[in-house]
């Protein structure tokens, strides 16, 4: 009989602090610890709810925690199952957790009543809303009443709105109890705005006006009255005008001809008083003018020198606006007029009127370079020591959405930062701004992808850096060009084998001609049109048992690589697509009826001419082009026809010899001649 074990002993009582620590179950931990787990660490329904379900006491907790929750909207059929879906989530999470802190509901197909039954939570204090595009006037209105109890909101790309959302803002910020310290804007047209009505001193702290147009003079002396205590102002993409300055009244040495100048109630150059206030511009008319010139190489001149004193009168009204801002921190000028941010900032930090009474100059940022994208994540980080000190007045959950909402503006052409160290292969600015909230799947006015641009310009890292990020690949620009396409086209042989890798790896099937728009041109045939020899070889290695099938694929006009390289190619790019294709690609004519030989002809392409005659098909291929233009042209009663009486009988001898000539035969004499 086998000898029983010995029964197993209770562990030990720990005998340190450190063993009594890792002891601990998770239902003895305290309810500030597990509001804290759910409000920082779950920010989707789905597991706030898994979370709840463990016990009723994490049920408890996540009822009443300061949770921070995102509604997705998840794709459908149609529109209208889009929204019902949205607004069954919404609708779910009001209800099942009451005390919802920060909501975020960007891109949302959800409307005005939807919005406004989710701001009516008890405890909400910020409320993302950009991308919302059915979000209508009268709802913002309704949203930004007197009273309400948020704190930061933010409503970009909501293209409804209008210039009427940045007073409804102000004037809420300055209402009592005056909560609302953070608000983002963006695509608003501010002619002409305040108007008559000035919006009264509040206490907004962060102020985003991203890609709007028309911002005058007028509008700046209004923002610097209605926000004293503003710390931060974003500006990026948005367009700065003044008007030129009267004949007389000192060229553009001066911008604004010298003096006080205050907004006007139409919010035009301000060149009347208003009640917005004057902007001094004198003080800083000969310095901003310097720092221009030092900005901007070879401004002196006809033309340049106009630009420059038109760049300098911007950066006089921006300094102006800056002096009257005594806590701005941050100024962001992200595709400002070239020059504009880099005067602004010779100025932050050397002129003395803007220096008074701060701690440290004003930063001045142009996130589209990595000396400003640095300062942004050194900032973000300054914010969440400041707020954990207790001595910031910004959250860093507010820094994190207004940096988001920074990194995410564009340029006229619809470029963002990241398209920008996308193209120029900075890896660590493209991680930064990552790290930041840009949208990795943004495109520009083209259609392309910072992913796009990577391999457009060869940059290896940055589309290293971009492929982690879970960039699209098959996202084709507005030509149907493809990441994939564009790299083989150019060259790039490293972007080439990334992108295959990639691939790969997701299951992707890259030799798809699907993939590469309705025209059907693929990587393989870019890089035979290009002449890239390594390309090709690399791309027939990397199809292996499939590379014959992608050497024979043909474009919507029916023409294939061996086409496209017959036009200029190398001998030694044909001889591999020989080797790999065969002789059949050869012998097939495109949409023209012209066979790979006769374009090789048309364009004077020898070399092609005597890879093709080595390869012993150019005869057999012009034989059977000519066999088959001679059954195109030939009449239709003289084409040969099966069981025909004359192909079975040929004329005979005795026939006449007219008739014979009569009916196309050959006719001999007659006997005996």
């Given amino acids: 009989m086998a000898e029983q074990a010995p029964p197993v002993q209770p562990a030990s009582c720990p005998k340190t602090e450190l063993e009594l620590v890792a002891c601990t179950s998770f239902a003895d931990l305290p309810d500030e610890v597990l509001a804290l787990v759910a409000s920082l660490g779950l920010t989707e329904p789905q597991d706030v709810a898994s979370f709840a379900a463990a016990s009723r006491r994490c049920l408890a907790v996540c009822r009443s925690a300061p949770l921070r929750l995102r509604v997705r909207t998840r794709p459908a059929a149609t529109a209208r199952e889009e929204q019902a879906a949205a607004r069954h989530a919404l609708q779910a999470l009001i209800a099942a957790w009451p005390g919802v802190a920060e909501l975020d509901l960007r891109g949302s197909p959800l409307e005005d009543g939807d919005i406004l039954s989710a701001a009516r939570m008890p405890t909400l204090a910020a409320l993302q809303l950009s991308g919302c595009k059915k979000l209508t006037p009268a709802g913002c209105s309704a949203l930004l009443r007197p009273g309400s109890r948020l704190r930061s909101i933010t409503l970009q790309r909501c293209f409804q709105l209008t210039a009427g959302a940045l007073s409804d803002a102000l004037g809420v910020a300055a209402a009592p109890p005056a909560r609302l310290a953070a608000a983002a804007f963006s695509h608003l047209c501010l002619d002409g705005w305040p108007g008559?009505?000035?919006?009264?001193?509040?206490?907004?702290?962060?102020?985003?006006?991203?890609?709007?147009?028309?911002?005058?003079?007028?509008?700046?002396?209004?923002?610097?009255?209605?926000?004293?205590?503003?710390?931060?102002?974003?500006?990026?993409?948005?367009?700065?005008?003044?008007?030129?300055?009267?004949?007389?009244?000192?060229?553009?040495?001066?911008?604004?001809?010298?003096?006080s100048v205050a907004a006007s109630s139409g919010g035009g150059d301000g060149s009347s008083a208003g009640g917005a206030g004057g902007l001094d511009v004198a003080p800083f008319a000969e310095a901003s003018l310097a720092a221009v010139l030092s900005s901007v190489p070879g401004s002196v001149g006809s033309a340049c020198g106009s630009y420059a004193a038109y760049l300098a009168r911007l950066a006089a009204y921006l300094a102006a606006t800056v002096a009257k801002l005594p806590q701005l921190q941050v100024l962001e000028l992200t595709f400002a007029l070239p020059g504009l941010a880099s005067a602004m900032r010779h100025l932050a930090a050397s002129e003395p009127l803007l220096l008074a009474g701060r701690s440290a100059p004003v930063q001045v940022w142009d996130l589209c370079s990595s000396a400003s994208v640095i300062e942004a994540v050194e900032w973000r980080r300054s914010v969440a020591a400041a707020h954990a000190a207790g001595t910031g007045r910004l959250t860093p959950g507010d820094a994190a959405t207004f940096l988001s909402a920074a990194v995410n503006c564009s340029s006229a052409g619809r470029a963002t930062p990241l398209h920008a160290a996308a193209e120029e292969g900075d890896a660590a600015q493209l991680q930064a701004l990552l790290a930041l909230g840009t949208m990795v799947h943004a495109r520009d006015r083209s259609g392309a992808t910072p992913l796009f641009?990577?391999?457009?310009?060869?940059?290896?890292?940055?589309?290293?850096?971009?492929?982690?990020?879970?960039?699209?690949?098959?996202?084709?620009?507005?030509?149907?060009?493809?990441?994939?396409?564009?790299?083989?086209?150019?060259?790039?042989?490293?972007?080439?084998d990334l992108l295959i890798q990639h691939c790969q790896a997701a299951g992707i099937s890259w030799q798809s001609q699907r993939l590469y728009g309705h025209d059907g041109w693929t990587p393989l045939m870019a890089a035979a049109v290009g002449g890239r020899t390594s390309i090709v070889l690399q791309l027939l290695q990397a199809a292996g048992q499939d590379a014959p099938a992608l050497v024979q694929q043909a474009t919507r006009g029916g023409q294939n690589c061996l086409h496209l390289a017959a036009r200029k190619a190398c001998p030694s790019l044909l001889r591999s697509l020989l080797d790999v294709g065969g002789t059949a690609p050869l012998l097939a004519a495109d949409a023209d009826g012209r066979l790979p030989a006769d374009i090789a002809k048309r364009n004077n392409n020898g070399s092609a001419l005597r890879v093709l005659a080595d390869a012993g098909v150019v005869h057999a291929a012009t034989l059977r082009r000519d066999q088959a233009r001679q059954r195109g042209t030939q009449p239709t009663a003289?084409?040969?026809?099966?069981?025909?009486?004359?192909q079975q009988h040929p004329p005979q001898r005795w026939v006449g010899r007219r008739l014979q000539q009569r009916k196309g035969g050959g006719g001999g004499a007659p006997h005996g001649q």
């Fill in 638 to 646: 003289e084409r040969p026809r099966q069981n025909d009486h004359r």
């Fill in 196 to 259: 008559n009505s000035v919006p009264p001193p509040g206490g907004l702290r962060v102020l985003a006006l991203h890609n709007c147009t028309k911002l005058r003079p007028g509008t700046l002396a209004a923002i610097a009255a209605s926000c004293p205590l503003l710390e931060v102002l974003l500006l990026g993409g948005s367009g700065l005008v003044v008007e030129e300055p009267a004949a007389g009244t000192g060229g553009g040495s001066e911008p604004t001809g010298g003096g």
């Fill in 453 to 496: 641009l990577a391999c457009e310009a060869g940059r290896d890292q940055s589309l290293e850096v971009l492929l982690r990020a879970n960039a699209a690949i098959n996202v084709r620009n507005a030509a149907d060009e493809a990441p994939l396409y564009i790299s083989a086209l150019k060259g790039h042989e490293r972007c080439v």
